[in-house]
């Protein structure tokens, strides 16, 4: 960082959706993919164990 500059540089951050990827390399690009998959996978296995604990309340409370 310069002596005058005002504001620190940037890091690149999470992807944002709708953000422009042109600017983007392949490796980049490749990298934000394999991150989004990874966030698709542990976003299905909170649905999938939020499923499991409903379905098992549901049936708890339809034996009484």
């Known amino acids: 960082m310069a002596i005058f500059d005002d ?3 940037r890091k690149s951050g999470p992807h944002e959706i709708g953000q422009d990827l042109s600017k983007l390399s392949v490796d980049e690009l490749r990298a934000r993919i394999d991150t989004l998959r990874g966030e698709i996978a542990r976003i299905e296995a909170e649905l999938q164990a ?3 604990t409903r379905s098992a309340a549901e049936a708890l409370f339809r034996r009484s």
Do not use: D, Q
């Open 7 to 9: 504001e620190p540089a």
């Open 50 to 52: 939020k499923g499991s």
